[in-house]
C-alpha cells in the first residue's frame, strides 16, 4: 500500500541527512557562529558529543523575536532568492541545521543581539517547542545540544565509541581552526577536563599546530593568482617527508572540502620532487567567486561542483610545481660551493645517434628548461635566477669525477668528497622527460619523424586512438586508417602508425595505448603521462653498455637541468654518500 509519509517522518528521514553524528552537529554549530561573525569559538562536550555538546560565540547573535524562527526548518537568514548563490558569502543557507538538530536532540540557545537590551533563551526538544523567555544579556550566542539520538536507538547503534566520536569532534574543530588562523577556538571534554585552544595567529603558524609541527623550515609558502582563483597553500617539504603526519587539506574561501581531482593536482605537482606522493601535507586555500562552483550537492556541503575544473586542476598543480622548481635551484645554488679543481670542458659526442639532430634539439637551453610558467611578479626574478644558476653550474661542470659502473646500471661518481651512485636509466630517463617538457610548452608539439614502413598498431582498442588525432599530432604521432579486403572479400580496418616522435626508440605501442585510454582525465595529466612514457623508452636501459662519453654526458646534463633529483615516475636518480653518511656507517659518530 502506497502511504504518503507523515511530514514529521518526512522532517525526521531529512534531518539524518544533515545530522549524522555529534561532529556534524559540530560542523553545523561552528558553521553558523562562523556565519555570525565570530571571531572566538568555544567547544564542550561529554561523552563524545552524544551526551552534550556546547558552542558559544561572540558573534552577533539573534533577536529575541526571530529566535524561535531559527528552529524551523528551512528557515535562514541568509539567502532570499535563488540569485543569492551567486554571492554567497556564509556557510549556511538552507535553513537546515538547527530544525535538524532539533528534531534528534534537545537543543536550547541562549543569545542575544547587540541592539537589545536583553538576552533570550529558547529551547525546542526531538521535534517538540518547549519555549522561549527572556534571559540575561549576553554577548554572542550559546548553543547547547543533549541526548542526541537517545530517541532513536537505530542510529545510536551506528556511533563509534565515545573516544571514537571524540576523535571526530576533535577533527572538526582542528579543520575550522585551520581555516581561520586569526580567530581564536577551544575545546574542551568535561569528563576529563582535557582542553586544547588557539589564539589568533598567522597561517604559518595554524598550518604547524594542524599537524603537530613545531618547524617553520619544514613548510613551504606558495601564494598564486589568476584572473579566478587566488591560491594561499603551506605545503610540507619534501625532503621534510614521514616526520609530519601526512594529508592534502583543501578550502574553498575557507570552507573545507574533499575532492579527489584537486588532490591529484596537488599530488601531480610534487612528482619528480618526491617519491611518496602518498606522504604529501599541504594545506590549500582556494579563494574565488561563488559563481564558479557550487556547493549546493549535498546537504552537508562537503562537496563542489567548480564550473572549469580543468582550468583550476592546472591553476593549483602548476603553481606549487613552479615555487617547488624555484626553491630547488636556490637550493642547488648554495650547494655548488666552490671547486678546487680546474674547469674542464667536456667535448662528448651526445647520446643521441645523430649529434647535428640531437644538439638541435636538445641542447642546454638554462632557463627556458622549466615547463611551466612562474607566478606572474616572480617571472623576472626567476629567469634571472635560472641565469645566474646556470652560469653557477658551468663553473663547476667538472666537479664529478666518474669512477666505474656497477653491473652495466650503477655509475659510481665522485664530487669532492662525496660518492655519488646515479641509475643509468633513471637519470636519462629524467633528463629527457625535463626536455620533452620544455620544448612541449615552448613548441606545442614534439618533433615527429616519418616511419620507413608504416607500423600496424598491434594493441585491441586501437581504434579509439583516431578519435585523439590532434593530441596525437602534437606528441608527434601520425595514424592511418587502413582498408584491405579480407580473406572473405570483407573490408577488414587496421589503424596503421605512419610517422612517431624522432627521440622515439622503442614501446611505439605502450606509448599509444595511453593515449588512447586517456579520454577520462585532464589533459594536461595525459601529456605529462605520455611524455615520461616516451622519456622511459627513449633513455638508456639498465645494463645496456655506455661508454665513457654517453656518461660524461649525463653527467653533465644532470648538473645543469634543475629537480633532476627524481626520474619521472618518482623513483631516485641518484644516491648521495656524504662524509657525515659514511662516519655514521661507521659509527664513529651517533
Ligand atoms: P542556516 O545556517 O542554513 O541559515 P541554520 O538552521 O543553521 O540555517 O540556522 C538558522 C538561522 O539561525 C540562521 O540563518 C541564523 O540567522 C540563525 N543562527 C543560527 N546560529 C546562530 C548563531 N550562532 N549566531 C547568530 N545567529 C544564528
Ligand atoms: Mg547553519
Known sequence: ???????????????????????????????????????????????????SLSVEDNGKGISEEELMLAFEAHATSKISQFDDFEKLQTFGFRGEALSSISAMADLEIWTSCEKEKRGSRGRVAFGAKKKSEAADKRIGTKVQMRDLFSAHPARLKFMKSERGEAMQ???????????????????KDLETEREHSTHSESFL?????????????????????????????????????????????????RRPFKDSRLEF?????????????????????????????????????TEVRFLQADTLFSFISKNITEALRSEHLEIQNTKSEVSLKEPEVFSSPSLETDPNRSSRLWDLR???????????????????????K????????????????????????????????????????????????????????????????PQPIPFSGAENLLEHEELLEKLGFEIRQWSKAGENKNQMQSIQLVAAPAILKRGHSE?????????????????????????????????????????DRLLKDFQSEDALGHCPHGRPTFVRLQIKDLEKMFQRVV
Open 169 to 187: 569532534l576533535l577533527s572538526v574543530f582542528k579543520k575550522y581552526s585551520l581555516a581561520y588562523p586569526e580567530f581564536s577556538f577551544s575545546i
Open 390 to 453: 646556470s652560469a653557477v653550474l658551468f663553473e663547476h661542470k667538472s666537479e664529478f669525477e666518474f669512477i666505474d659502473v656497477l653491473d652495466d646500471t650503477y655509475l659510481l661518481v665522485r664530487k669532492n668528497s662525496e660518492l655519488y651512485i646515479f641509475d643509468q636509466h633513471a637519470l636519462h630517463e629524467r633528463i629527457l622527460y625535463e626536455r620533452l617538457l620544455a620544448d612541449f610548452s615552448k613548441l606545442e608539439k614534439i618533433p615527429s619523424q616519418r616511419l620507413l614502413f
Open 511 to 551: 606509448v599509444l595505448s595511453k593515449i588512447s585510454e586517456s579520454t577520462s582525465r585532464g589533459k594536461e595529466t595525459v601529456i605529462r603521462d605520455v611524455l615520461a612514457s616516451m622519456a622511459c623508452h627513449s633513455a638508456v636501459r639498465a645494463h645496456d653498455r655506455i661508454d665513457t662519453a654517453e656518461i
Open 1 to 51: 500500500m502506497i502511504r504518503k509519509l507523515s511530514p514529521h517522518l518526512v522532517h525526521q528521514i531529512a534531518a539524518g541527512e544533515v545530522i549524522e553524528r555529534p561532529a556534524s552537529v559540530l560542523k553545523e554549530l561552528i558553521e553558523n557562529a562562523l556565519d555570525a561573525g565570530a571571531s572566538q569559538i568555544d567547544i564542550t562536550y561529554e561523552n563524545g558529543g552524544l551526551k
Open 265 to 301: 593536482a596537488v599530488k601531480r605537482a610534487f612528482e619528480g620532487f618526491t617519491l611518496f606522493t602518498r606522504d604529501i601535507a599541504a594545506v590549500i586555500f582556494l579563494e574565488g567567486s561563488p559563481k564558479l562552483f557550487d556547493v549546493n550537492v549535498h546537504p552537508m556541503k
Open 366 to 388: 638554462p632557463g627556458t628548461s622549466s615547463g611551466s610558467q612562474p607566478l606572474a611578479g616572480q617571472r623576472e626574478s626567476l629567469a634571472e635566477n635560472a641565469e645566474e
Open 205 to 253: 603558524d595554524r598550518v604547524i599546530w594542524f599537524f603537530g609541527d613545531s618547524e617553520k623550515d619544514h613548510w613551504l609558502q606558495v601564494n598564486a593568482q589568476s584572473a579566478d582563483w587566488k591560491m594561499q597553500a603551506v605545503i610540507l617539504r619534501p625532503r621534510f617527508q614521514q616526520k609530519v603526519r601526512a594529508g592534502i587539506h583543501l578550502f574553498l574561501n
